[in-house]
């Protein structure tokens, strides 16, 4: 009986990192650590492998829990097939600024969890406190935000590539445009160093 309830906690878990990654929102670390914890105490963990396994949900649970992707696809669809006017394109690189700025907030927020997390995770790992079994998956989160942080570069990075050829293909000059994509270049390097430093706490453990 215990098992299956574990298994329900652990679907709700999986629920509510879905619902993030389609709302946005930063609720999903904080849900994420609650069910994580209490699945693992009704597996018959321990305190301090269930606080660690709670902590592995939590920590870059906000925005970390997606990738750009899916939004700057939405945008990119809204422009097709008004590429050559200029308020469309204003309106498009504008709108993809929007959404990586909000994720660069978010992510930087998410890397204070997650380094104060880790920092956790080393003193455990010199003290020989963790279990391996938690430790992977400590690894294995991060892994997941790792590849999420760099798919919202390669999308950033689509982005640009699409307004370049399009600036080469048919050059519509406007102050307002080349503003946006100066903004849009600042951004994307915005992400790239914030998903180094993540990659830098990864490294850690």
Request: hydrophobic share 40%; charged share 20%.
């Amino acid at each position: 009986m215990t098992g299956k309830f574990a298994a329900m906690i652990l679907m709700l878990l999986t629920a509510a990192c879905a619902t993030q990654q389609q709302t946005a929102s930063l609720e999903c670390g904080v849900a994420g650590a609650g069910l994580g914890f209490l699945a693992c105490k009704l597996a018959g963990g321990s305190d301090a492998t269930c606080a660690a396994v709670g902590g592995v949900a939590a920590a870059g649970g906000g925005v970390l829990c997606y990738s750009l992707s899916s939004n700057l696809e939405k945008h990119r669809k809204e422009l097709a097939g008004h590429e050559n006017n200029l308020d469309a394109r204003i309106a498009y690189v504008k709108a993809v600024n929007e959404d990586s700025a909000r994720y660069n907030t978010g992510m930087k927020k998410d890397l204070v969890a997650i380094t104060q997390h880790t920092d956790t995770v080393v003193q455990q790992i010199g003290q020989k406190t963790i279990d391996q079994q938690t430790l992977a998956k400590e690894r294995s989160k991060l892994d997941t935000d790792l590849k999420n942080a760099n798919d919202s570069i390669a999308a950033q990075e689509k982005s640009i590539n699409l307004m370049r050829k399009l600036q080469a293909d048919n050059n519509l000059q406007d102050p307002r445009l080349a503003q946006e994509l100066r903004d849009q270049q600042m951004l994307l390097e915005q992400t790239r160093q914030q998903t180094a430093a993540l990659a830098s706490q990864r490294q850690r453990i």
